[in-house]
């Protein structure tokens, strides 16, 4: 397939060939994690990582440090790219759409669509103890487009191959990405990915929660279920401020996001994005209760590492929040059941939607047979891999 390959003749190709990748990701996510080596892939999972992204047992979050820098970083690959023509269907007019963003906005348009600035990666370097992660500020439609057009150009090959195979000859968007590790071809905005485990020192073991991703909500890994809370790491307020302001304001925290998250998801509470001025963080009550539980040891939060979809390659930060049961039940008594993402799912015979799944192999491996999104996926299999450090401490 050449660069200049014609795109989709009419919108609607376009929006059923959108509809066709959203009931499949999990099938093409693990076609495309065919095309890189063994040694980039996180075992047997649609997921890829490298050792030096990946912490061997799991870092305290307090003790991660985060790098904010103020000079611009360089121009990079974005959906506008003449290498994702053939994925930029055409408008009303007759003329293809410019970007891919423009195109779901005025095709396929879901509920969560808007653009902010967004904590771009820049360097992780894991060689510490602690470690340490450097980003600087970009927008997140930068990431969105690009990943979706990735995801897009990869799901039409696969279809026109009948689900043989893909191949990298028809791939030109993901060729001229390569390596899925470098942070300097594209912009990689993360998300942050939290695996929440509710403990029973009492009795012992776990559960967690997770929510299916509805397709007329989102707009990256539609229909498939995922670990609650996700979301991308970016400021509240609308407007990108400078390093220093956001550091002060407390944005540019993993915490802080994660807490965020937990509030938006389980409690089913306002987004809290696009504001003129920054979360009270000092003074917000269900935030002071989560940092006062982890001052006693009743929560604990880990950073585990940072890998990539490899049907985006969008890039996700791993974390886990491991709380005691009797807080988990305290915080979380008004959980919904429905968000503005999805909905929460439970296994069988759970009274409340909060109950989740057992932390269990078995119950890992049937949520992974059925279709998790494969950053949820690989938190919850890294997370079960380490789980000594984890809950049986």
């Given amino acids: ?12 190709h376009w929006r059923a060939e959108r509809g066709l990748l959203n009931q499949t990701r999990a099938v093409a996510a693990h076609a495309a994690a065919g095309l890189y080596p063994p040694a980039q892939r996180l075992e047997h999972l649609p997921f890829l990582s490298t050792p030096r ?12 440090s985060l790098q904010l820098r103020e000079d611009e970083q360089p121009a990079v690959l974005s959906d506008t790219a003449a290498e994702a023509a053939h994925v930029r269907p055409l408008s009303a007019s007759g003329v293809p759409f410019t970007s891919y963003t423009d195109a779901l906005a005025a095709i396929a348009r879901p509920a969560t669509f808007e653009d902010r600035p967004a904590y771009r990666l820049l360097d992780v370097d894991l060689s510490a103890a602690a470690g340490r992660l450097t980003f600087s500020v970009d927008t997140y439609f930068r990431k969105l487009g690009l990943a979706e057009a990735c995801a897009h150009e990869s799901s039409r090959a696969l279809h026109a191959s009948a689900g043989a195979a893909l191949s990298w000859a028809d791939l030109p968007l993901r ?11 594209r912009s990689v905005v993360p998300d942050v990915q939290t695996l929440t485990l509710r403990r029973s020192r009492a009795r012992g073991g776990a559960t967690f929660l997770v929510h299916w991703r509805d397709p007329a ?31 002060r304001t407390g944005d540019f925290d993993l915490w802080h996001t994660i807490v965020k998250e937990l509030s938006e998801e389980v409690l ?20 002071r209760t989560l940092q006062q539980a982890r001052t006693g040891g009743r929560l604990q939060v880990h950073f585990l590492g940072i890998g990539v979809d490899p049907l985006t390659l969008a890039a996700s930060i791993m974390t886990v929040a491991v709380f ?4 988990f039940d305290q915080v979380f008594a008004d959980a919904v059941a429905v968000n503005a993402e999805g909905v929460l799912t439970a296994a069988a015979g759970t009274c409340r939607v909060s109950d989740g799944f057992p932390f269990t192999e ?3 491996a049937h949520l992974l047979h059925g279709g998790m999104t494969p950053p949820s996926a690989a938190t919850l299999h890294r997370a079960w891999t380490l789980r000594r450090h984890l809950i049986e401490t």
Avoid: C
């Fill in 175 to 185: 060729q001229r990405i390569g390596d899925p590790f470098d942070l300097t071809t």
């Fill in 217 to 247: 909500k989102v707009a990256t890994n539609a229909g498939l279920h995922g670990l609650v809370p996700t979301g991308e790491f970016q400021p509240t307020t609308g407007a990108t401020a400078t390093a220093g302001e956001q550091e």
């Fill in 362 to 364: 078995q119950a890992i």
């Fill in 268 to 287: 089913g509470r306002p987004e809290r994005g696009g504001e003129e001025t920054p979360v009270d963080y000092e003074h917000w009550p269900f935030l």
């Fill in 1 to 12: 397939m050449s660069e200049d390959a014609a795109p989709a003749t009419t919108a609607q």
């Fill in 53 to 64: 992204w990946l912490a061997p047992a799991p870092i305290p979050l307090d003790a991660l």
């Fill in 324 to 327: 005691d049961d009797d807080l």
